[in-house]
């Protein structure tokens, strides 16, 4: 937390609350490979962490403000809508 300074964002507790979320999230594998996996990729992304091969922008992305780009983006309205259906 002090590397990235994550302290000015968030409070340790809510950090760790978000953990455990991202944790839970994957608690319905209970195939040994693939929890064995999971642990790989875990384990990869601490040590990224660890060694600051992150930026911060993305730790704060994933862990802080819990943000994912795939999820469906609102259509978009207005001048843009009428743009879009022109080309």
């Given at each position: ?20 979320d ?17 642990v ?12 600051m ?35």
């Open positions: 937390m002090e590397m990235y300074k994550l302290d000015e964002l968030i409070s340790k507790g809510t950090l760790q609350a978000n953990l455990k991202l944790f839970y999230q994957n608690a319905r594998f209970s195939d040994p490979n693939m929890v064995r996996v999971m790989h990729k875990g384990n990869e992304e601490l040590q990224l962490i660890l060694r091969h992150k930026q911060r922008h993305h730790v704060i992305t994933k862990y802080v403000v819990m943000h994912d780009p795939f999820k469906t983006k609102q259509p978009p309205s207005g001048f843009l809508a009428q743009f879009y259906a022109s080309n």
